[in-house]
T-cell receptor, first 110, second 114 residues
Framework: GEDVEQSLFLSVREGDSSVINCTYTDSSSTYLYWYKQEPGAGLQLLTYIFSNMDMKQDQRLTVLLNKKDKHLSLRIADTQTGDSAIYFC??????????FGKGTRLHILP | EAGVAQSPRYKIIEKRQSVAFWCNPI?????LYWYQQILGQGPKLLIQFQNNGVVDDSQLPKDRFSAERLKGVDSTLKIQPAKLEDSAVYLC????????????FGQGTRLTVV
């Protein structure tokens, strides 16, 4: 089956690192994604990782993939107030289908 | 490059009425998606088109929802008749199937059924 699970809330102090975790079920997923949604806006792709990679780094973002455990994480270094949003993990099992989790709301503490 | 355009942005209707949403994907994008996002939840895929053919509509409530993509470009999603539980944001996205299937999203149509 296709299912993506992630925790609903995360609070982090400004300047600290945020780590958002996700598990997925379809081992055939070729790509895994992190999308960001700010209030009243559509979804914006932050980054993605190909399934044969373990890690991908892009400026303040680090994606880690444990394919054996079907676990994906997003680390945001030096978290800023502008990072406050809902972060969605998503998998792409086949035919460009994209399945989303329920989203993790990241709250930044001053 | 123009993004995915959706209209209207907001719609309020009474239950049992009909409503239609329109989406214009990014030029040249073969894949078009309609998602339903209920408040506090993640987007749920309703239907996926590849050009003007349906790839996946397994989660589309076909007794009341219909969608078409004539000529493989614009798409409309219709609800008839609407129920209270259809209140949600309806998101359209498109991708070009080049490399990673990155989906580009429109701003969505917020539907309120009263």
């Amino acid at each position: 089956g296709e299912d993506v699970e992630q925790s609903l809330f995360l609070s982090v102090r400004e300047g600290d690192s945020s780590v958002i975790n996700c598990t997925y079920t379809d081992s055939s997923s070729t790509y895994l994604y992190w999308y960001k949604q700010e209030p009243g806006a559509g979804l914006q792709l932050l980054t993605y990782i190909f399934s044969n990679m373990d890690m991908k780094q892009d400026q303040r973002l680090t994606v880690l993939l444990n394919k054996k455990d079907k676990h994906l994480s997003l680390r945001i270094a030096d978290t800023q107030t502008g990072d406050s949003a809902i972060y969605f993990c998503a998998e792409s099992p086949r035919d460009d289908k994209i399945i989303f989790g329920k989203g993790t709301r990241l709250h930044i503490l001053p | 490059e123009a993004g995915v355009a959706q209209s209207p942005r907001y719609k309020i209707i009474e239950k049992r009425q009909s409503v239609a949403f329109w989406c214009n994907p990014i030029s040249g994008h073969a894949t078009l998606y309609w998602y339903q996002q209920i408040l506090g939840q993640g987007p749920k895929l309703l239907i996926q088109f590849q050009n003007n053919g349906v790839v996946d509509d397994s989660q589309l409530p076909k007794d009341r929802f219909s969608a078409e993509r004539l000529k493989g470009v614009d798409s409309t999603l219709k609800i008839q008749p609407a129920k209270l539980e259809d209140s949600a944001v309806y998101l359209c996205a498109s991708s070009d199937r080049q490399g990673a299937p990155e989906a580009f999203f429109g701003q969505g149509t917020r539907l309120t059924v009263v």
